[in-house]
């Protein structure tokens, strides 16, 4: 039998309710996982650790370093992980393993719930069986199971907050999905080389910007004499801004004179960011911007943060963000 460690962290699974209100709070209930669900204790030899007990809001580079430190030092000790994980920024999270944990060898499972399992009806049950039988199986990286589908982590986008089925995957195929059987495009799962690494750091120096109409980056212009080292501008469509504001053009100018650097992003969840198409994508391309291509703007974002902490020469900063680490191009 398998040997799995259940790693809580927080959110709305380990969560029960405060009577009268019937407002959630965090239960004390988390290190009774195995008699709450006992099927699990069927499927693998299951051990629990609490490593927080956090709304998911305040997961950040703090908590993303401890959970990929942990998940390396155990990571003989076991032969699967399952993260439990608040919904509102698992994909971070997912995204920070997957750039942490190289040449991983073995599942690192995120999953959650959109109503906890203290509630009669809840997902939490069997999102919590589904993510112990796929962290028994041999797929060598991190992946979301959630609402029966499998997700590659830094893939992923959480797009309800209703629904179930709470994270679809841009851009790219579900890794599988989960009904009478487990159905798994092993084709597309990463191959494990070389032995794994942990690359440790992260740098706070990536701020994300919303374009929205007849919006003036003036507002932005102080934050180029910040500490922020790299922009994210979330564009429309295949990358593209406004043309009839050239104040984004003189924003990114700016920024390139001083030493920064800008990517551009999409508001469009599916598609891929491509600067040459339209005219104020390819002003922003000319005025030294880059496109972040089909990743997500959630795996963008901490990507960045992770080549920051390794370099700040900007050139190695793009042949490094270039590259495919972990599935996310």
């Known amino acids: 039998m398998k040997k799995i460690?259940?790693?809580?962290?927080?959110?709305?699974?380990?969560?029960?309710p405060l009577k009268p209100s019937e407002v959630l709070a965090p239960g004390k209930f988390q290190d009774k996982i195995t008699t709450l669900v006992p099927e699990i204790t069927r499927i693998a030899d299951i051990e629990v650790q609490i490593?927080?007990?956090?709304?998911?809001s305040d997961m950040g580079i703090e908590e993303w370093e401890i959970i990929a430190a942990e998940i390396h030092k155990k990571l003989y000790q076991y032969d699967g992980f399952v993260i439990i994980h608040g919904t509102d920024t698992m994909v971070y999270t997912a995204a920070a393993l997957s750039f942490s944990l190289?040449?991983?060898?073995?599942?690192?499972?995120?999953?959650g719930a959109q109503r906890p399992?203290?509630?009669l009806r809840n997902d939490a049950r069997l999102n919590l069986i589904d993510a112990v039988e796929l962290a028994s199986m041999n797929i060598p990286e991190v992946i979301i199971v959630f609402g029966q589908r499998i997700l590659r982590g830094n893939r992923a986008k959480k797009i309800s907050i209703h629904h179930f089925r709470a994270f679809h995957s841009p851009n790219y195929p579900y890794l599988g999905e989960i009904g009478v059987d487990i159905r798994i495009d092993h084709s597309k799962l990463l191959k494990s080389s070389g032995s794994p690494v942990l690359l440790n750091g992260f740098h706070a120096g990536v701020v994300v910007l919303s374009v929205q109409p007849s919006m003036d980056p003036v507002s932005f212009i102080n934050l180029l004499d910040s500490p922020v080292l790299v922009y994210i501008l979330e564009g429309f469509g295949a990358g593209n801004l406004p043309v009839g504001n050239q104040n984004?053009?003189?924003?990114?100018?700016?920024?390139v004179q001083k030493d920064k650097l800008i990517f551009i992003g999409s508001h469009s969840m599916d598609g891929g960011v491509d600067l040459t198409l339209y005219a104020g994508a390819k002003q922003a391309l000319a005025a030294g911007a880059h496109g972040i291509g089909a990743m997500t703007i959630e795996a963008a974002y901490v990507k960045l943060q992770k080549i920051l902490a390794q370099t700040q020469d900007k050139q190695e900063i793009l042949q490094k963000f270039s590259e495919n680490w972990a599935g996310e191009i």
């Open 117 to 119: 399992l203290s509630k």
């Open 248 to 255: 984004w053009i003189s924003f990114i100018e700016s920024a």
């Open 51 to 56: 490593l927080f007990n956090l709304d998911s």
């Open 102 to 111: 190289i040449n991983l060898n073995k599942p690192v499972v995120l999953t």
């Open 5 to 16: 460690l259940i790693i809580h962290t927080g959110g709305t699974f380990g969560m029960a």
